[in-house]
């Protein structure tokens, strides 16, 4: 996709990104093609000039954007860094340099059978990270899915909207005829209700049905038909292969409470009992999309298998790592007899209507197409911690580790040391036969630790305990004064792994965590296995996923301890962790990095 020239009125330059091109307008700002200081390829969304100065616009942008960067990059465009506090506030995400799967449908028709079931397992993938991490999509579309080589990559996905967004993402007027075929019946509903991660899945067996057939399962020559046969018909599947072709009948359910999560579309995708050949033939044809998809199942939890004799996805219940998906709105269809919800438990039916003023808000869809733009086809860019599930795979084993170079109980004075700051606002002590870090009204807080010289390649093992709401342990390790190193924070739900250097904190990897650290509870055991040029890390001996330490130059050894503010507390509140019994030891076995 090529990008065009910069316009006279735009600028070259955001922060430390020069600007190169333009790729696209939407409702939220300008697209532009940049370069990093390195030379990396990278999409910068800046925010239209209007939205500028809405404080409450930048407030919901930056919360949205500290919850997108927790997104997992599987099969997603990652969200690389953001300045919500600049005079045009910008996003930076992955540049993903590939057709949309709108212009690939458009230009050469629907997809074959196992490109189909690539972009279903691709966009299934994307949604299980996403919602993982507590963010809804909200505009999932066949425009938003770019078929990048190695995996399809869902891109703009979580990040706030622009005129006419509500915090619930129901209908407003930036949603036009595009994207009304995607849209779930709750979204036509009560505009206070909020939106739930069900939408999104509805939105998913849109988008698959258009990729195998070139045509969406409502289709209507207008916004109101469109959103009137949403409402009150049954999806026309005609010409979509089995099994799709019922998994795609799932996603579109009217109920929302009905659908399956983006985890479970994901496993009967991969998994199921019934999976067809055309799966199979996508996955082995495509290394990237399996490790994608396998890395997306491990940090979720696993699918219990449908009884014997039931189609699979339909009506079995599924443990999975995300959260439940909560029972949207009722929406109401009138003058369609006969269509009614399934049976209740209490045996009763509760049947749908549509008021006169759903049609009223359709209209103002239509309206809003002739003031607003939502997107252009070149824009290349992109609940809370799951549950605990009720079925895990096997554990997969801890990498092994060589001689022990360091080891102490951290009970007292040894190796680590104790001390506490003059104003008293942070401290190292021992208590309790652990070490305690403490801050308060700051950011973050490092002890004094060992100057040993410690290799590249070596592994970290140390008892972790967080003893207050929005306080992260933190290991640093490769580690020199005052350039930084590379960090692991370990907070309540999700495990960052990335860099610290100055005051910047990156991150490479977001490993989400099925069984929350419970505040004030007993020890976790963090393992953290460094190979080369990726991070393994383990929890109590049990894999939590790989990660990349990234290009960034890092020239330390040292290991360090400390504790982090989560991004979501306030500075000026406090935090505390402790630490028990670390270990590090060397390779396992000498070999060049």
């Not at 189909?116 to 066949?142: C, E, N, Q, W, Y």
């Not at 509805?202 to 020559?221: E, H, K, L, S």
């Not at 910047?504 to 990897?509: C, D, G, K, L, Y």
Request: hydrophobic share 40%; glycine share 10%.
């Amino acid at each position: 996709m090529r990008p065009e020239p910069l316009r006279p009125h735009d600028p070259v330059r955001l922060g430390s990104y020069e600007l190169v091109g333009r790729l696209g307008e939407g409702g939220m700002g300008t697209v532009y093609l940049a370069k990093t200081a390195a030379g990396t390829q990278v999409a910068v969304k800046v925010v239209r000039a209007d939205l500028s100065p809405d404080d409450e616009f930048r407030r919901r942008f930056r919360s949205e954007v500290a919850r997108a960067r927790q997104v997992p990059p599987f099969c997603t465009a990652e969200v690389l860094d953001a300045d919500p506090d600049a005079d045009h506030p910008y996003l930076v995400v992955e540049y993903v340099d590939g057709p949309t799967l709108a212009q690939v449908v458009d230009d050469r028709g629907p997809l074959t059978a196992a490109n189909l079931h690539s972009v279903a397992i691709g966009v299934a993938t994307a949604l299980t990270a996403i919602h993982g991490a507590g963010v809804i999509h909200r505009d999932l579309k066949p425009r938003n899915v770019l078929l990048a080589p190695g995996t399809p990559k869902v891109i703009d996905f979580g990040i706030a909207r622009a005129v006419g967004s509500t915090a619930t993402g129901n209908t407003a007027p930036e949603f036009m005829m595009g994207t009304v075929a995607y849209m779930a019946p709750e979204r036509f509903g009560d505009a206070e209700v909020p939106l739930t991660a069900a939408a999104d899945i509805f939105a998913w067996g849109g988008v698959v049905m258009y990729a195998g057939t070139g045509r969406t399962p409502f289709g209507g020559d207008s916004p109101p038909a469109t959103a009137g046969r949403i409402l009150t018909q049954e999806p026309d599947l005609s010409g979509l292969p089995d099994p799709l072709r019922e998994l795609v009948a799932y996603a579109l359910r009217k109920n929302p409470a009905e659908r399956p999560s983006a985890r479970e579309l994901l496993d009967l995708l991969v998994a199921g009992p019934s999976r067809p050949a055309a799966t199979a033939a996508a996955l082995a044809g495509q290394p990237d999309l399996r490790a994608a998809a396998s890395q997306a199942q491990s940090v979720t939890g696993v699918l219990t298998a449908p009884a014997p004799g039931t189609p699979a996805g339909l009506g079995q219940p599924v443990a999975t790592g995300e959260p439940p998906v909560p029972e949207g709105p009722t929406v109401p269809v009138s003058a369609v007899p006969g269509l009614v919800e399934p049976d209740r438990p209490d045996g009763r039916r509760r049947r749908w209507f549509l008021p006169a003023a759903i049609l009223v808000l359709i209209l103002a869809v239509v309206a809003g197409t002739m003031m607003i733009v939502f997107g252009s086809p070149a824009d290349p860019t992109a609940g809370p911690a799951g549950t605990t599930p009720a079925t895990t795979s096997a554990p997969a084993p801890a990498p092994p580790a060589g001689p022990v170079l360091i080891t102490d109980d951290l009970d007292k004075n040894r190796l680590w040391l104790a001390k506490t700051e003059p104003d008293g606002r942070s401290s190292c002590v021992f208590t309790g036969g652990e070490l305690h870090v403490r801050i308060v009204a700051r950011p973050l807080y490092k002890c004094r630790g060992p100057q040993d010289t410690l290799p590249e390649d070596l592994t970290i093992d140390v008892g972790v305990r967080l003893l207050t709401d929005g306080a992260c342990a933190a290991v640093w390790y490769h580690f020199k004064l005052p350039h930084g190193g590379r960090l692991v924070r370990i907070c309540q739900d999700n495990i960052f792994v990335g860099t610290h250097q100055s005051a910047e904190v990156t991150v490479t990897r977001t490993l989400p965590l099925d069984n929350p650290i419970a505040v004030g509870g007993p020890p976790t055991r963090i393992g953290l296995h460094v190979t080369g040029e990726t991070v393994t890390v383990t929890r109590d001996g049990v894999s939590l996923g790989d990660a990349p330490l990234g290009n960034v130059e890092i020239m330390g050894n040292r290991v360090l301890l400390g504790v982090f503010l989560d991004r979501d507390t306030p500075d000026t509140g406090s935090a505390e962790v402790a630490f028990d019994h670390i270990e590090v030891r060397g390779p396992s076995a000498p070999g060049p990095r």
